[in-house]
């Protein structure tokens, strides 16, 4: 693995790109070499990416799972692959959390109390936590496991001075990569924080401007899939010299009204708030919206940008569906709040389940293999209406003996006359 070292020795002076010289992915060549050389011929999990190598694609998404020292230290002593911590940013006594916060949403009629949760709604802030507190957890974590992905996530005020100051800071704790948070759904919007820098363009280009002169780590901008057009703002992070997009964080919502109370949910002292939509009712959109990221990365971009998928992982199928259409990583948050950590063994095993039935030996071998087969629905009715010209012609003439028919007799010896 490319060392920090390396990544911060460049001249200030050069592009983002070639200031953090951030190596690409692995060749398809050098991975299938690297899972020859596996043992038992295993299919090989790790992958490599802006040069971060990771044991393997699942990585902790910001949020609770990532909160201290402790809890991140579990994921990684659990195995997964990387861990963003919760987002952070200089003045953490402006952040003031409320409780209950989350609120579920269950697969059964009226949410019946054993049923599957599919569907979870949070209220829940960025860290409430001294930033240096945060800062020496990282260092702590980076001390004990140096060989291991972490991820300082980050948010701040509409300022050039106190982005380049979080930068600064939040790197000199030994992070290995940055995540931007352009897309928390809740909280703080009139501070331009979050989601409404995401969802204004112009003012997301003047922002990653100011976040691409500072950072010398790589840096990946989470995207909010409460938008129009997901692709614009990803396209211009990318064009401003983020290395990486994440997509999707959560999805703007109400998640129910109590009928006896007739009160919202999450009620807080009676009232509520507009919160963000998460968990396995999610992955359908977000899948669409990673598809559109993939495919306009694809065709714009080629100097190996990655693409970090989130929503709704809760099976090594999940997670795969993700890479298919190109992901590089998957992020999983909501899946480890309701079954826990131990999560990602399971999570490595279906992927590995499902690479044998393939026969993949590595992630990169079928990385993005099934976004070529989406189209427009114009295109698919023409597709079908040759396909059924193609059928028809099959169908032409008579394929044996038994066939013929009396009444037909005329024009089935006709159909099999060249000229």
């Not at 010289?21 to 596996?38: E, M, W």
């Not at 480890?336 to 950590?341: A, F, L, P, R």
């Amino acid at each position: 693995m490319e060392s920090l070292m390396t990544l911060r020795a460049s001249p200030a002076a050069a592009s983002p790109l070639q200031r953090r010289r951030i190596p690409g992915r692995q060749s398809a060549t050098s991975v299938r070499a690297a899972a020859s050389a596996s043992a038992a011929g295993e299919p090989d999990l790790s992958v490599r990416v802006n040069g971060l190598q990771m044991p393997n694609p699942f990585v902790i998404g910001s949020g609770p799972p990532g909160t201290n020292y402790t809890v991140m230290k579990r994921a990684f002593d659990e195995g997964w692959g990387g861990v963003i911590a919760k987002t952070v940013s200089l003045d953490a006594e402006k952040v003031i959390n409320v409780t209950p916060r989350y609120a579920k949403l269950r697969a059964e009629p009226n949410g019946a109390a054993m049923g599957r949760i599919i569907g979870w709604q949070n209220i829940e802030l960025i860290s409430d936590r001294p930033l240096e507190t945060m800062l020496n957890e990282f260092k702590q974590l980076k001390k004990e496991y140096p060989d291991r992905i972490l991820i300082g996530s980050i948010m701040e005020e509409y300022n050039k001075a106190a982005w380049h100051e979080l930068i600064e800071r939040v790197e000199e704790s030994g992070v290995d990569a940055l995540e931007i948070n352009f897309s928390c759904p809740h909280g703080m919007p009139e501070r331009k924080m979050g989601a409404a820098v995401g969802q204004d363009c112009d003012l997301l280009e003047e922002v990653c401007g100011w976040i691409n002169e500072k950072a010398t780590v790589p840096v990946w901008a989470k995207m909010t899939p409460n938008i129009t057009d997901i692709t614009q703002p990803a396209r211009i992070a990318v064009k401003s010299g983020c290395e990486g997009v994440s997509a999707i964080n959560t999805i703007m919502s109400v998640m129910g009204i109590n009928l006896k109370t007739l009160r919202p949910e999450p009620c807080v002292e009676g009232y509520s708030t507009p919160g963000g939509y998460s968990a396995r009712a999610v992955h359908p959109i977000a899948l669409a919206k990673v598809m559109q990221i993939a495919r306009m990365m694809k065709e714009e971009f080629a100097n190996g940008q990655s693409l970090s998928a989130i929503g709704g992982v809760e099976t090594g199928n999940d997670a795969a569906e993700f890479i298919l259409l190109g992901a590089d990583t998957v992020q999983v948050c909501t899946g480890v709040m309701i079954h826990g950590y131990p999560l990602v063994k399971k999570l490595c095993a279906e992927l590995q389940d499902f690479m044998r039935e393939h026969n993949f030996s590595s992630i990169e071998e079928f990385r993005g293999a099934s976004l070529p087969y989406f189209t427009t629905h114009t295109d698919l009715v023409h597709r079908q209406q040759e396909a059924i010209k193609q059928r028809k012609a099959i169908k032409k003439g008579l394929q044996s003996d038994k066939d013929w028919t009396g009444d037909g007799f005329v024009k089935e010896t006709e159909s099999m006359v060249s000229n």
